[in-house]
């Protein structure tokens, strides 16, 4: 009966000792998080071992990496296909930098933000994360009237991409419609099979546009809205400084979504003078 007893004892000792030990596994699903926003450890470092070199796989440091840095570099939280993200699932870190008027009125609080969501934002149109704004097939409305031949999303970098430039004093790019746009659309779509500057059939990305002059082009992938990778680019040296180049004057923004693939999203801007 002694032994017994002992033997219970160090079992509840050696379980309590492994629960006490970081543990090194992701979790294999997206949850809400305590701030209400939607993470998958396990595709965060399936996605990113660029972070799990550092970080490891425990699920608390990944998220901490995602909330740190991962958000502003325009890092997924979950895998862009949406198939582990409900559509009712509620993403406060997303409502929040995708209506800020909400933030403006109401602050950041979670439980505020999913309120303002349950009460207003449903009869209102907007959505509870972004991949149910991607799945709904619907995007949102620019902040400045179209321009002729562009689609929304390019109408929104295109605005804050701008918004950037004016910012330090240097002149808005214009809407390239016949040269730039349809290159930097041709380019989204090699993008999806093939992430590099080089095309797929080994030449140049300027080939994709005529006559070229002075270019330049910028690219991303799996930013799930346009704010999301402008601030990615933004953030990046050798992207921002396409950007605010004054030798350029003109742009042609591509995007496409392409569920199923690695990323889901895929971006492109193309510049000249």
Same mark, same amino acid.
């Given at each position: 009966?002694?032994?017994?007893s002992?033997?219970?004892?160090?079992?509840?000792?050696?379980?309590?000792?492994?629960?006490?030990?970081?543990?090194?596994?992701?979790?294999?699903?997206?949850?809400v998080?305590?701030?209400?926003?939607?993470? *998958? +450890? %396990?595709? &965060? /470092?399936s996605?990113? =071992? #660029? !972070? @799990?070199?550092?970080?490891g796989?425990?699920?608390?440091? $990944?998220?901490?990496?995602?909330?740190?840095?991962?958000k502003?570099?325009?890092?997924?939280?979950?895998?862009?296909?949406g198939?582990?993200?409900?559509?009712?699932?509620? *993403? +406060? %870190?997303y &409502? /929040?930098?995708?209506? =800020? #008027? !909400? @933030?403006?009125?109401l602050g950041?609080?979670?439980?505020? $933000?999913?309120?303002?969501?349950?009460l207003?934002?449903?009869?209102?149109?907007?959505?509870?994360?972004?991949?149910?704004?991607?799945g709904?097939?619907?995007?949102?409305?620019?902040?400045?009237?179209?321009?002729?031949?562009?689609?929304?999303?390019?109408?929104?970098?295109?605005d804050?991409?701008?918004?950037?430039?004016?910012?330090?004093?240097?002149?808005?790019?214009?809407?390239?419609p016949?040269?730039?746009?349809?290159?930097?659309?041709?380019?989204?779509?090699?993008?999806?099979?093939?992430?590099?500057?080089?095309?797929?059939?080994?030449?140049?990305?300027?080939t994709?546009?005529?006559?070229?002059?002075?270019?330049?082009?910028?690219?991303?992938?799996?930013?799930?809205?346009?704010?999301?990778?402008?601030?990615?680019?933004?953030n990046?040296?050798?992207?921002?400084?396409?950007?605010?180049?004054?030798g350029?004057a003109?742009i042609g923004?591509?995007?496409?979504?392409?569920?199923?693939?690695?990323y889901?999203?895929?971006w492109?801007?193309?510049?000249?003078?």
């Amino acid at each position: 009966m002694k032994k017994r007893s002992f033997l219970l004892i160090i079992s509840a000792f050696l379980l309590a000792f492994l629960v006490l030990i970081p543990g090194e596994s992701a979790s294999a699903a997206a949850k809400v998080m305590p701030d209400g926003t939607v993470f *998958d +450890a %396990s595709f &965060y /470092a399936s996605a990113y =071992p #660029d !972070v @799990v070199s550092v970080f490891g796989t425990s699920e608390d440091m $990944l998220y901490f990496h995602y909330t740190v840095c991962g958000k502003a570099e325009g890092r997924l939280a979950v895998s862009p296909s949406g198939s582990q993200v409900q559509t009712g699932d509620f *993403d +406060a %870190s997303y &409502y /929040a930098a995708r209506y =800020p #008027d !909400v @933030v403006a009125a109401l602050g950041k609080d979670p439980s505020v $933000l999913k309120l303002h969501y349950e009460l207003f934002g449903k009869n209102e149109g907007r959505f509870a994360n972004a991949y149910q704004e991607a799945g709904a097939g619907q995007k949102p409305q620019a902040s400045a009237p179209a321009l002729s031949g562009i689609g929304t999303f390019e109408q929104q970098v295109l605005d804050i991409c701008n918004a950037e430039r004016i910012k330090i004093g240097l002149a808005p790019l214009s809407w390239d419609p016949s040269n730039l746009a349809p290159g930097a659309a041709v380019r989204a779509q090699e993008i999806t099979t093939y992430f590099s500057h080089t095309r797929p059939d080994g030449s140049s990305c300027f080939t994709a546009v005529k006559n070229p002059g002075r270019v330049g082009e910028n690219i991303a992938a799996g930013q799930a809205s346009p704010q999301a990778v402008m601030n990615s680019w933004m953030n990046s040296q050798g992207h921002r400084a396409n950007i605010l180049n004054p030798g350029f004057a003109k742009i042609g923004i591509g995007h496409v979504y392409a569920p199923g693939t690695t990323y889901g999203h895929y971006w492109v801007q193309m510049f000249s003078s």
